[in-house]
């Protein structure tokens, strides 16, 4: 399967703990992308990465959350001492030069 | 403020006729527009898109349409199956810009019945 990886599918924590999320992007993109969704909504953007660099983070993007993507390939996205309110699909998307973005199945966060 | 707008949350169809599914956008600054469509515990899936340099663009049963001076876009599907019902999702990009993000509507749920 040579598409958008995420993992895992589902996690539920309780609050104030911390988790992390993994992305395995299509493997010749560059260029990668870390959205939410909440019931109701859009995908909300969340930050941008060109190989290895971060270069945009929304304002939506709290202290609490960091992201990387060493060597430019792979991607993690951390939250820590989790709320209530991070309930919500973690979706992670790819590209290679913008355009239509690839995404992956998402990481369905609960925090209880 | 929503920069891309999807006033419709729902459709019904009939199995066999055409889905229209329509979007607003604001900010003129977008140039690429792509529709999404994604089923429940899934991550979306691209069904097309277009630049701003047409007005049309077709893919088998899916055409978009743009009209730039109204800042609004359309997707048609025909005919409609029972399949294509799912949550359709408009976005909107700055393909000229560093990031291309995308910018996304609410959705519109479309349901066709057989």
């Known amino acids: 399967d040579t598409g958008v990886s995420q993992d895992p599918r589902h996690k539920i924590t309780k609050r104030g703990q911390n988790v992390t999320f993994r992305c395995d992007p299509i493997s010749e993109h560059n260029r990668l992308y870390w959205y939410r969704q909440t019931l109701g909504q859009g995908p909300e953007f969340l930050t941008y990465?060109?190989?290895?660099?971060?270069?945009?983070k929304s304002r939506l993007l709290s202290d609490r959350f960091s992201a990387e993507r060493p060597k430019g390939s792979f991607s993690t996205l951390e939250i820590q001492r989790t709320e209530q309110g991070d309930s919500a699909m973690y979706l992670c998307?790819?590209?290679?030069?913008?355009?239509?973005?690839?995404f992956g199945q998402g990481t369905r966060l609960t925090v209880v | 403020d929503q920069q891309v707008k999807q006033n419709s949350p729902s459709l019904s169809v009939q199995e066999g006729r055409i889905s229209i599914l329509n979007c607003d956008y604001t900010?003129?600054?977008?140039?690429?527009f792509l529709w999404y469509k994604k089923y429940p515990a899934e991550g979306p899936t691209f069904l097309i898109s277009i630049s701003s340099i047409k007005d049309k663009n077709e893919d088998g049963r899916f055409t978009v349409f743009l009209n730039k001076s109204a800042k609004h876009l359309s997707l048609h599907i025909v005919p409609s199956q029972p399949g294509d019902s799912a949550v359709y999702f408009c976005a909107a990009s700055d393909y000229g810009g560093a990031t291309n993000k995308l910018i996304f509507g609410t959705g519109t749920l479309l349901a066709v019945q057989p």
């Open positions: 900010n003129s600054m977008f140039d690429y």
């Open positions: 998307a790819s590209t290679y030069r913008g355009g239509g973005a690839f």
């Open positions: 990465f060109q190989n290895e660099a971060q270069l945009e």
